[in-house]
């Protein structure tokens, strides 16, 4: 059985760890916990940062914001078709 090897990152809207194929690496990817959408990197000389969470509280808290602003949006178009 062949295993897909793996990269651990940060959600940039949650911060929540994750893991993602290093096929999709490069590639718009989506958090399996809040949704948001980011370009999945690895980053070789951070090791020890790849588990903390990238930029501040406020930032992130606008993050999920404009995420879940989007999402409304997208359900409510959908609603009216």
């Known amino acids: 059985m062949f295993r897909y090897p793996f990269i651990r990152c940060c959600c940039p ?3 929540r760890p994750l893991e ?7 590639r718009n990817v989506a958090c399996s916990h ?3 959408e980011f370009t999945a990197r690895d980053e070789p000389d951070a ?6 969470v990238p930029g501040s509280l406020m930032e992130r808290a606008d ?4 995420l879940t602003s989007r999402q ?5 178009a959908m609603a009216s078709q």
């Not at 993602?20 to 490069?26: A, I, K, Q, S």
């Not at 090791?47 to 903390?52: A, G, I, K, M, P």
């Not at 409304?72 to 409510?76: P, Q, V, W």
């Open 47 to 52: 090791t020890s940062s790849r588990w903390s």
């Open 34 to 36: 809040c949704g948001g």
């Open 13 to 15: 809207v949650c911060g």
């Open 72 to 76: 409304l949006n997208r359900r409510a």
């Open 63 to 66: 993050r999920l914001l404009a």
């Open 20 to 26: 993602v194929r290093e096929e999709y690496l490069g």
